[in-house]
């Protein structure tokens, strides 16, 4: 592997997963004074700006590429409408069940840890697409439901309200990855993500018009954190993604990502002063052993 290569599929999934892991921070310092719905749909609309300004430079920076013709350039927009559309839809329901949960009460560290679920959940539901599980993978749910017990499930066999919607945002966000899946194969993914951006930002906006009272005082109150994850989260980490998953090994570059589970737990008692049980950091550790291992691809037994 070129020296290059190693910078962009190492560090850069790194680099993604600090600004995801740091954004949980964010995202709790502006729970208590923004609505959930608010919140999402200032930052989704902030990001589709800084996409737009990123396709702009790509587009720039390739003039050489050959042009398509008239028919293909609108089956490409057909099939751009369509995913940000399901992409959309599925990433405005999980995000706003992630802050509804932040808002709740959940810790930063905490909601990252339940968030990465989703990495066990996707081929979980693949099995309705079809698709085979492996044993580690079975394995690592197993592992994962003893974690999840120990990080929500109190003494009185409960579990708390912002849990509970936090796991709700991983099963969506399991949904918004396999309809991503689907749609990457026939569109650009930068221009998808922009479209899903459109989409949750104005589906967020709608909702938080008929259900919450947005204040511009309060969204400038929170204008850093709003712009961190917007631009940041959103804009950054996700080119980010992209250039470290070309011609690379795309389970190294996922186990990296799920480092954001870390970085949470990390940025939210150093910035946060937020500390768990050592029943909770134990249910961490146990999640984070399940997301790792439902990514390692264990060779199959020759017969």
């Given at each position: ?14 680099l993604?997963?600090?600004i ?23 930052r989704?609309?902030?990001?589709v700006?800084?996409?737009l ?5 790509f587009g720039?920076?390739?003039r050489?590429r ?6 293909e350039?609108?089956?490409?927009r ?14 405005a329901?999980a995000?706003n ?32 697409l079809?698709?085979k ?5 079975w394995?690592?749910v ?40 689907h749609?990457?194969?026939?569109v ?14 104005v ?11 947005p204040r ?6 929170c ?11 959103c ?10 998953q ?15 589970s ?7 008692a150093?910035?946060l ?16 052993v399940?997301?790792?291992?439902a ?9």
């Amino acid at each position: 592997m070129k020296r290059n290569n190693a910078v962009r599929q190492i560090v850069f999934p790194l680099l993604a997963a600090l600004i995801w892991g740091t954004a949980f921070v964010a995202q709790d310092m502006c729970a208590d004074v923004i609505g959930p719905m608010t919140f999402n749909a200032v930052r989704f609309l902030i990001a589709v700006v800084m996409l737009l300004v990123i396709i702009w430079i790509f587009g720039k920076l390739s003039r050489n590429r050959p042009q398509r013709s008239a028919e293909e350039q609108k089956a490409d927009r057909k099939h751009l409408m369509i995913g940000g559309l399901c992409c959309g839809l599925a990433l405005a329901v999980a995000s706003n069940f992630q802050q509804a949960g932040i808002g709740a009460g959940t810790d930063a560290g905490k909601a990252g840890f339940i968030t990465a679920l989703y990495i066990v959940l996707v081929p979980l539901l693949g099995l309705f697409l079809k698709k085979k599980v492996s044993l580690p993978v079975w394995i690592s749910v197993l592992i994962a439901v003893v974690a999840l017990y120990l990080l929500c499930i109190t003494g009185d066999l409960k579990l708390a309200s912002g849990d509970f919607l936090l796991l709700l945002c991983a099963f969506f966000f399991a949904i918004h990855i396999l309809v991503i899946d689907h749609f990457t194969a026939t569109v650009d993914g930068m221009k998808l993500s922009c479209a899903q951006f459109l989409v949750a930002g104005v589906l967020s906006a709608v909702g938080a018009l008929l259900f919450e009272q947005p204040r511009l005082d309060a969204i400038l109150s929170c204008a850093l954190p709003i712009l961190y994850v917007g631009i940041f989260s959103c804009g950054v980490a996700y080119t980010l993604q992209i250039l470290a998953q070309k011609d690379s090994n795309p389970t190294v570059v996922t186990i990296l990502l799920s480092m954001e589970s870390v970085f949470a737990v990390i940025s939210g008692a150093i910035i946060l002063h937020q500390r768990m049980t050592g029943r909770e950091y134990l249910g961490c550790m146990l999640m984070l052993v399940a997301v790792l291992l439902a990514q390692i691809p264990f060779p199959l037994k020759k017969k």
